[in-house]
């Protein structure tokens, strides 16, 4: 098994189950849905991605699970948002990117019926829909005439790490199809970048909401 494979399965697995041990244990009854379903979400990527590294080792196919998985994280996303926003024209866009999301996945799935392998025009899909719902909701945070800071905004730490995983994630599938035979060390240099960006803003959207909390009780 290749070094760089075995490194990065390490630390992506640090990385993700640091976002999850943060949640789960600075997670209280008080906070607002949308932040408990972000804890639910870390849970379950945190499954499907140990156990898509499972089928990996026994070399055994392992993008079907993906292909499943990619719309259900899609869609917690773009609800969160919706829940999380004040904004009532980034709710009704997020709204309207949820509603979208099956009739897109029908047809990405249906111009490119690849199931056991990476669909790459639905990973597309995804990717584009939650830059959409990340760009919106910080625009929408920005232009906010409240008083409260930016780093007391958890949606703010979330959307911001998804939007660069989005761009990251964007970049990568261009310069794949460009350069099809790209290696994948540099793949994989890219994905650490991205993900951390994602499970960073994760993290600091729980520590904000654990300090906005303490603020509020003191």
């Not at 849970?43 to 292909?67: G, K, P, Q």
Request: aromatic content about 18%.
């Amino acid at each position: 098994m290749p070094l760089y494979f075995i490194l990065s399965l390490v630390y992506f697995t640090v990385l993700l189950l640091s976002c999850l041990l943060t949640g789960w244990l600075l997670v209280r009854k008080s906070w607002p849905l949308e932040y408990k379903l972000l804890v639910v979400l870390c849970s379950l990527t945190f499954l499907v991605e140990m156990s898509a590294d499972l089928l990996v080792i026994h070399r055994i196919y392992h993008f079907w699970l993906y292909n499943l998985f990619a719309p259900v994280e899609c869609g917690f996303i773009l609800y969160i948002f919706y829940r999380g926003s004040t904004d009532p024209a980034v709710k009704r866009l997020n709204v309207l990117l949820l509603a979208c999301l099956p009739p897109g996945i029908a047809v990405t799935y249906f111009l490119h019926p690849v199931f056991f392998r990476l669909n790459e025009p639905a990973a597309l899909l995804y990717l584009f829909w939650e830059l959409i719902g990340a760009c919106a909701v910080v625009i929408g945070i920005l232009l906010n005439k409240s008083d409260s800071p930016l780093g007391h905004q958890p949606l703010f730490w979330m959307a911001c790490g998804i939007l660069f995983y989005c761009c990251i994630f964007t970049l990568i599938h261009a310069v794949m199809n460009v350069m099809p035979k790209i290696q994948n060390q540099y793949f994989t240099l890219y994905s650490f970048f991205a993900n951390t960006f994602m499970y960073s803003g994760f993290i600091a959207s729980f520590c904000s909401l654990r300090r906005v909390n303490r603020a509020i009780l003191v």
